[in-house]
């Protein structure tokens, strides 16, 4: 089938997506929204929301206008395409849009569910598709602008004067060029990230430290002047800045896989239909993906009085289901579009989708109460918080060990499927690294769903903060922690499961750099001492295995070695500067709340707490602490280049994604365990149970430990890896002068 005609699918899809994320939104709005104090209560969070990314987009706007003006003058200096400042702006813009709805979503959502919730005969049911519904707003609304900016810039690029190329080296151009966008993309999906985890921790470990463990105040406590900051934080952080962060996996690993379908042509020499069909496989793969997460959502209910492992299975029940059915039109897809070795392709999609689905399940396993690491933690708090934290800190180390075998023995599987042969060798490389390109694209096919279980988990858990400041009751309140207990899972299994689908793309992103460069030399000049004499004639037909050869990128080159420690201290530097900025600005929510309770009034219950106060510290300790980390990110790749050039740029990004990815999922994993246990001891369930006791003290001091671990730290690494790869792309133009001087 004519690929130009099935291409049409992708802006279809988008428009699918986005018009059932309108009527998702709007269905929302239409149920009741509850008391008035109720929506007094959810009025003060939407409002501190607000707030918040409004300043936030205040001072990322400055940044992004800066790079773009340097982007502007690298363009005009030939060292890139002259689109490249503007496509980095639209990435950055729909990125932030997507975060945007989906906060805003979840804002007016959770008041609505703890009103569900007050259903007697369905409660729970009603407010599990409520909060996922919502939650889908967020999953279709990145997958629908995703494919709208792809599918936008493919044909603005491929039918204009902008890319003066002709055949399937017009195709490598376009599809090299199109990863820029990604960059602007990632750098908004960090600030999001770091600021937003910066602003919900310093609020959450403020309201636990002082509310719980000194005044044995039950959660979301009205007395607690940090609780609406704290609800505040859960949708900035865990929606607004995933929503940035699985924006950019999602348009990245397509963009990516697209680039070295693109590259894998033209090594091989294949005609300009081949190279087109390879272009637009991951595009239509992830539109048909877009629509059958559509389905999938509706799937999900479950029965009144449903337990926790019941409420898991509904949710799951949606993901299979939408799994399950990808990968058979993935298959007609490759089969329609007459792809060379279609057979292998589909098989690294189906590697793809069992990895995610494999990383997702050794994650619930190692943060779920209902299994042994975390019944283990909760059994290590009566002996005091000095032992949970250690055996959190084991059971978050132990973790790591299945991810990395399921991605490495996946990353092999998708290459020699790919590859078409069962061999490493020169000559299949670049077939090979489109095959590990198209398995990201297929764990992140059915991102509409995936995402909308992890945008889910704030909302259920905001829905009980409201219900608690509420005074709805006990068995309102029930509900709603059935809900958010689930939320936790599934929250720290998107984690794991963005970790996972970004080691995938940073490496498929890696080879993508490669053929950056050769583009960025064919640009600068004609003939090339890099090692020995190469003609531009020559470097075109370069696999990549060949140019790497030319630029001295081994182990045995101490550039490279110096590269990889550079990478791997990076991911440490970073976390360590936001575990540090968490600290601060907790510090300071801490001291606030010690001194409104210290008036007797607001203590008591008589006078209301200051909540504004808490939600301005949280604003402004974000705002100051997310810059220098989120600039290390930018300014690393580019000095490191410029210092040690192509070989230390290629050593940095591996070492960053191998110590990176590694650390990230230790520090998600750690968080969600300590975060489960002291759930567990509070559910009554454990023979240890029982809220202010110095058991539950204990395990509330290790979830402070892990709240800066699993949601500003671990989860701002994934991006950390990606965006210095897109940097790297970026200025490849910059290497190349550099390295050739």
């Not at 348009?251 to 081949?274: Q, R, V």
Request: hydrophobic share 50%; with cysteine; proline share 3%.
């Amino acid at each position: 089938m004519n690929p130009e005609i099935l291409f049409w699918i992708v802006p279809v899809a988008s428009i699918i997506a986005l018009a059932f994320a309108a009527a998702f939104f709007f269905n929302m709005k239409k149920a009741d929204e509850g008391t008035d104090r109720m929506k007094e209560i959810a009025g003060y969070v939407r409002e501190g929301a607000m707030a918040y990314l409004k300043q936030q987009y205040k001072v990322v706007a400055l940044f992004f206008i800066i790079i773009a003006v340097i982007f502007a003058v690298m363009a005009y200096f030939n060292m890139q395409n002259d689109i490249v400042p503007v496509a980095f702006l639209t990435g950055g813009f729909f990125s932030g849009l997507a975060g945007f709805i989906g906060m805003k979503t979840a804002t007016y959502a959770s008041g609505r569910v703890a009103q569900a919730c007050r259903d007697e005969k369905d409660g729970l049911n009603k407010g599990l598709q409520l909060a996922f519904r919502s939650g889908a707003v967020l999953g279709l609304t990145v997958v629908g602008f995703g494919l709208l900016d792809i599918s936008a810039w493919f044909l603005i690029l491929d039918n204009t004067s902008l890319v003066e190329a002709e055949g399937v080296s017009k195709l490598v151009q376009i599809t090299t060029i199109m990863l820029t966008f990604g960059m602007g993309a990632s750098l908004q999906a960090l600030f999001a990230r770091v600021g937003g985890g910066i602003y919900t921790k310093a609020a959450d470990v403020g309201a636990d430290l002082v509310g719980k463990t000194e005044y044995h105040f039950n959660e979301d406590d009205p007395r607690n002047p940090a609780t609406i900051a704290d609800n505040v934080g859960d949708n900035v952080g865990d929606v607004a800045g995933m929503g940035a962060d699985l924006y950019e996996s999602y348009a990245g690993s397509i963009l990516a896989s697209a680039a070295l379908g693109a590259a894998a042509a033209a090594a091989a020499g294949s005609s300009y239909d081949d190279a087109l069909r390879a272009v637009m496989a991951p595009m239509i793969i992830g539109a048909v993906g877009a629509i059958l997460s559509v389905i999938g959502i509706y799937i999900v209910r479950t029965k009144p009085g449903a337990n926790q492992t019941e409420l898991m299975a509904a949710l799951n029940r949606g993901i299979n289901f939408s799994g399950i059915l990808i990968a058979i039109f993935s298959a007609l897809i490759l089969w329609a579009l007459g792809i060379n070795n279609w057979l292998g392709l589909w098989g690294s999609i189906v590697i793809g989708l069992i990895v995610g689905i494999a990383i997702g399940k050794v994650t619930e396993y190692y943060t779920s109460f209902e299994f042994k690491p975390v019944k283990f933690i909760a059994e290590n708090a009566t002996t005091g918080p000095a032992t949970v934290i250690i055996s959190g800190i084991g059971v978050g180390m132990i973790s790591t060990c299945w991810p990395v075998i399921f991605i490495v023995v996946g990353t092999i599987g998708a290459y020699l499927c790919a590859a078409g042969e069962f061999a490493f060798t020169a000559a299949n490389m670049n077939q090979g690294l489109y095959g590990i390109g198209i398995a990201a694209v297929g764990m992140l096919s059915t991102l509409g769903i995936t995402l909308a279980t992890d945008a889910y988990g704030p909302i259920s858990d905001n829905a009980g903060g409201n219900a608690e400041m509420s005074g709805l009751g006990e068995d309102v309140r029930s509900r709603t922690d059935a809900l958010d207990a689930l939320g936790n899972t599934t929250a720290a299994t998107g984690k794991g499961f963005a970790i996972g689908s970004a080691a995938l793309t940073a490496l498929a992103l890696l080879a993508s750099y490669i053929e950056e460069l050769k583009i960025a030399a064919l640009k600068l000049g004609e003939n090339f001492q890099v090692v020995g004499d190469i003609t531009s004639a020559q470097l075109a037909k370069m696999n990549i295995a060949e140019f790497m050869a030319s630029f001295d990128v081994t182990l045995m080159n101490p550039k490279v070695l110096l590269g990889i420690f550079i990478g791997a201290m990076l991911s440490f530097l970073f976390c360590g500067l936001t575990m540090n900025a968490v600290g601060r600005a907790a510090k300071s929510m801490v001291e606030e709340v010690r001194r409104q309770l210290s008036d007797k009034d607001v203590l008591e219950g008589r006078k209301k707490a200051d909540y504004a106060r808490c939600v301005g510290i949280s604003t402004q300790g974000a705002q100051r602490e997310m810059v220098v980390p989120s600039m290390i990110a930018v300014l690393v790749p580019i000095a490191t280049g410029l210092v040690l050039g192509v070989p230390g740029v290629f050593g940095l990004l591996a070492g960053g994604l191998a110590g990176g990815f590694v650390l990230a999922v230790f520090m998600a994993n750690s968080g969600g365990a300590w975060d489960n246990a002291k759930k567990y001891i509070e559910t009554g369930d454990a023979p240890f149970c029982g809220k202010h006791t110095p058991i539950h003290d204990a395990s509330v001091v290790g979830d402070t430990v892990g709240d800066p671990f699993k949601d500003t730290s671990g989860p701002s690494l994934n991006i950390l890896i990606k965006l210095m790869s897109m940097v790297s792309i970026v200025t490849a133009g910059l290497n190349i002068a550099v390295t050739l001087l």
